[in-house]
DNA sequence: GCTTTACCTCAACTTAACTTGAGGTATTAG
DNA sequence: CTAATACCTCAAGTTAAGTTGAGGTAAAGC
């Protein structure tokens, strides 16, 4: 019963978002609830962990596009088990790791760059870092719009490797 | 002569960027220029560098904000030198381990999390990652609003290192 | 049974970091 | 000298991820 009872409210609460965001969730399709008699929304009790998962993600920089588009892989008929979080949580690790190498790169090549001035030149790996990422041919691309969007990840294809 | 000439599409073209952002940044403070007898702006040679390392910060994650912050570090009357700009290098450095550093905890902990269930749970090395960050009485916090806005830097006290 | 919460919808506002466009002037190439 | 670029200003638009508010209904507490 509290199973698949839980209102806005609760949610929002035990998750420590608003309702609204919860509302907004709905709208972007992250979420689903169902309507009781007075069509007010009711929840079963894994948008605890959708939503928490969706929480997690964000911290890693993950927009809610890629997340939505990790979310389509989970079942839509029944409820995700511990091995469905598990595939997607792996795929973001991926991810995750790519992300950090980048950081890694750009500490290690920061401050000589800054320095030496190279940073205006065609040659400097920080200058160029979204080139080589870019490039045709060279795989899927893992970083979208670096220089714009604070490092989002790419909407299109998160989560290929390599 | 040319170098304090620059034109604003040479800077663009030079730096890759377009000639609107150039004109953003002088509204934001982040760079400056003079004007010829017909209006046009006109740049210093330094301004090269200092598009170029608003871009590098960009790619760290670090906001306008904050990189406003760290350009006043720079001296006001003359141009900055190689150690004027390793300076704010190093402490940029700082900045980027500590959110390496995050994303690391993030990553070790992310399966067994999303796995175990406990992400919704407040004992949740992920879920309570924030809290710790934001924890009165244990230092400068490094990392702002890090659910809300993708892992940006604090604006206030960006720089402030243990 | 009534009053306080909790919900509902929908539109508009918010911030960051830019981009786009309109209407008009300067510079440059030939 | 003139046509093609390049610039100028200022206002408005864009995207992500929500938040805020108005006007109205449902559910819960006592």
Redesign the interface.
Known sequence: MSDSNWTVGKVAK??GVNVSTLHFYETKGLIRSWRNAGNQRRYKADV??R???I??A????ISLTAIKQAFAALPDQRTPT?KD??K???R??GE??A??AY??R??DS??G?????C??MKN?P??N?DDKLNAEGNGPVILER??K????FRNSNAGHQQ
Request: net charge positive.
């Open positions: 035990r998750c605890l962990r939503v928490s998962v929480k997690a964000q911290k890693m920089g511990v979080w598990e997607l949580s792996r973001w690790q995750l790791n992300r950090i950081l890694e750009l500490r920061l401050t760059c800054i320095g030496c001035g940073l205006s400097c920080i200058y870092e670096v220089a969007r604070l490092n989002q």
